[in-house]
T-cell receptor, first 112, second 113 residues
Framework: GENVEQHPSTLSVQEGDSAVIKCTYS??????FPWYKQELGKRPQLIID?????GEKKDQRIAVTLNKTAKHFSLHITETQPEDSAVYFC???????????FGTGTSLTVIP | NAGVTQTPKFQVLKTGQSMTLQCAQD?????MSWYRQDPGMGLRLIHY???????DQGEVPNGYNVSRSTTEDFPLRLLSAAPSQTSVYFC????????????FGAGTRLSVL
């Protein structure tokens, strides 16, 4: 099956700085790469996603880039705010498209 | 729409007991799935279903059973609980499978003593 690796496991940034989280995947057949944000004690919620026919996608302060050749994708958060503090998970869809494989998460802390 | 509803929110079991975690969605989603979340491990897929009457195994299916008799409901059964099954369990659903936005329930925190 798919193997998704995520780095770093923890990240602290000053408010207003940018944060970057990187993921690699192993299955070249994966076509869908979402990012989920999970606040403490809450459910994961989608913040942005990208499909394999697109190299970059942006939504306000959040952007995701995908390099299919190198099999890695990254989440970029600009102008970070304290409410961005949470755990972020990347995921890949795998070769059947019916399973999700999550990374192990990045705990982001934005220091006011 | 209530979205994805999980019950119970918390449960404590003794080793060897069985129980069913309930999951229901009111969005007419065909795809439903169960994950467990353990510290440092992310979310791991237990079982999933692409429609009523169809289920399949995920990454970590051992010790769990599922069934899908209706589009709305996807219960997860622990046959004989073990301490290794202590975890937070999330149910999720989407319109058409793993390449679509997953909507998660609020989770069930399970402790097995």
């Amino acid at each position: 099956g798919e193997n998704v690796e995520q780095h770093p496991s923890t990240l602290s940034v000053q408010e207003g700085d940018s944060a970057v989280i990187k993921c690699t995947y192993s299955d070249s057949a994966s076509n869908y790469f979402p990012w989920y944000k999970q606040e403490l004690g809450k459910r994961p919620q989608l913040i942005i996603d990208i499909r394999s026919n697109v190299g970059e996608k942006k939504d306000q302060r959040i952007a995701v880039t995908l390099n299919k050749t190198a099999k890695h994708f990254s989440l970029h958060i600009t102008e970070t705010q304290p409410e961005d503090s949470a755990v972020y998970f990347c995921a890949a869809s795998g070769n059947t498209g019916n399973q999700f494989y999550f990374g192990t998460g990045t705990s982001l802390t934005v220091i006011p | 729409n209530a979205g994805v509803t999980q019950t119970p929110k918390f449960q404590v079991l003794k080793t060897g007991q069985s129980m069913t975690l309930q999951c229901a969605q009111d969005m007419n989603h065909e795809y439903m799935s169960w994950y467990r979340q353990d510290p440092g491990m992310g979310l791991r897929l237990i079982h999933y279903s692409v429609g009523a009457g169809i289920t399949d195994q995920g990454e970590v299916p051992n010790g769990y059973n599922v069934s899908r008799s209706t589009t709305e409901d996807f219960p997860l059964r622990l046959l004989s609980a073990a301490p290794s099954q202590t975890s937070v369990y999330f149910c999720a659903s989407s319109y058409w499978g793993g390449e679509d936005i997953q909507y998660f329930g609020a989770g069930t925190r399970l402790s097995v003593l």
